[in-house]
């Protein structure tokens, strides 16, 4: 218990990254380069801070009590996932580096949005957010995320291995060839955008109370960049690759602190070194020293048998 309360913020950090990262892995397994999850997260955080403070839903508080929370993760993820359709049927029509400038641009128009609209709280943002459960430490929110987490990795698994997951793969490797053999890759591609949006969607609706506070500076280009390098860095081809990379990212200026300064030029040249050295991330690096190692030889008693 006094690990958690020391460590908690950090290890709930550490959990809430990887899940961004992983926002972004959806798209990637169908060989899209989006963007746009920081644009979703901060959507999914404005529906939550919005219901949870707003005199406007002041009845549905008083009437669902702690569900009101639930019920913010459920809103997050339908609004995300009509915006999803909404802009993924135009951008998916693009490929490469245009549908991730589209899809920056469409984090850009939201974040000018929250900056000028009076219900999200306009530069200021919203405060005073309400603890997810009436939870007094910010500790005790691992017994949220961490479940997600471990849900999101199973639907992720079980994906990979069904029908749709192979239509993924099909239109990664090769779009032209996918369509000759009937896999629309349209609906597949938009598909996979929508799952990345709805699980963004609702990371920031189960942060809003975590921090207790949400504005503008939650969905940013900055943000766009920092998760597109924990699913690089991890490793794009694996579901482990973005959870890993967020977790490591995420903690890699708290383990530095003691460095002052020091730690941000360390943060970089982490970056850097494993972009060159690393092009297939870490999980990627781990599996090709395991497919290196050399097969173990069986005992020499085995080999020459029983026999005398």
Not at 129 to 144: K, L
Not at 259 to 276: K, Q, T
């Amino acid at each position: 218990m006094d690990f958690l309360q020391t460590y908690g913020f950090l290890i709930v950090t550490m959990l809430q990254q990887g899940l961004l990262g992983l926002s972004l892995y959806f798209p990637l397994m169908a060989g899209q380069l989006s963007l746009a999850s920081p644009g979703f997260y901060a959507l999914g955080g404005y529906i939550a801070a919005i219901m949870l403070t707003s005199p406007t839903f002041a009845p549905w508080r008083e009437a669902l009590g702690n569900w009101i929370f639930p019920l913010t993760w459920l809103f997050s993820a339908l609004a995300s996932a009509v915006l999803g359709v909404l802009v993924g049927v135009p951008a998916l029509r693009l490929r490469g580096i245009y549908l991730a400038l589209a899809t920056i641009a469409f984090v850009q128009i939201l974040q000018v949005l929250s900056l000028n609209l009076s219900v999200t709280g306009g530069a200021i943002g919203l405060f005073r957010i309400p603890q997810t459960f009436g939870f007094v430490d910010r500790w005790q929110y691992v017994w949220i995320f961490l479940p997600t987490v471990i849900l999101v990795l199973l639907f992720a698994h079980r994906l990979q291995g069904s029908r749709v997951g192979r239509a993924f793969r099909a239109i990664r490797e090769d779009e032209l060839a996918a369509d000759a053999m009937s896999i629309p890759p349209t609906r597949y591609k938009v598909l996979a955008f929508v799952i990345g949006a709805v699980l963004a969607g609702v990371v920031g609706a189960m942060s809003a109370p975590f921090l207790n506070t949400w504005n503008a500076r939650q969905g940013t280009f900055d943000a766009s960049i920092a998760f597109l390098a924990y699913t690089l860095i991890g490793g794009s081809r694996s579901m482990w690759g973005p959870l890993l990379g967020g977790a490591l990212l995420a903690s890699l200026p708290e383990l530095l602190r003691g460095l002052a300064d020091w730690r941000l030029v360390i943060n970089g040249l982490v970056l850097v070194v494993a972009s060159l050295y690393l092009p297939q991330g870490i999980v990627g690096a781990l599996g090709r020293l395991r497919r290196k190692a050399p097969p173990q030889r069986p005992p020499a008693s085995a080999a020459l048998g029983d026999a005398p």
